[in-house]
């Protein structure tokens, strides 16, 4: 009889565990952020408030993305999730060279992007 109880307390205790890491492995950007679905880099139109929620670009794949008619002020949204390590880069040249700018999870930026000519979606 003790070793069921001890049993089934050690099956308690593994399946709590696993719950706490379930939940805890959630990151908050895995959910739709200013209309950016989550796991991908939006671009906004230019000028536009982002918060509104229209992005007129969405990259979800990892490497180089080239760019074509960027031009003026657009905010970059990283909604991206998984770890540090996903980050989406800013690059003057195409296909994801001399990349000047680096955005990490959950981060945004608004600039110029007349100058950049790709974005690179780096895995974490």
């Keep these: 009889m003790r070793r069921i109880m001890r049993g089934a307390a050690a099956l308690a205790i593994a399946t709590a565990a696993l719950a706490a890491v379930g939940t805890g492995s959630a990151h908050a950007n895995d959910q739709t952020a200013y209309g950016c679905p989550g796991g991908a880099v939006c671009i906004y139109a230019q000028n536009a408030d982002y918060t509104k929620g229209h992005p007129t670009d969405i990259f979800y794949s990892y490497g180089a993305h080239n760019l074509s008619g960027e031009l003026g002020y657009h905010t970059v949204l990283n909604n991206q999730y998984g770890g540090a390590g996903a980050t989406a880069q800013l690059c003057w040249s195409y296909n994801g060279g001399d990349c000047r700018i680096t955005l ?21």
Excluded: C, E, G, K
């Excluded at 999870?105 to 895995?123: G, K």
């Design 104 to 124: 990490a999870m959950n981060d945004h930026l608004y600039l110029d992007l007349t100058p950049v000519n790709s974005i690179v979606l780096n895995r974490p």
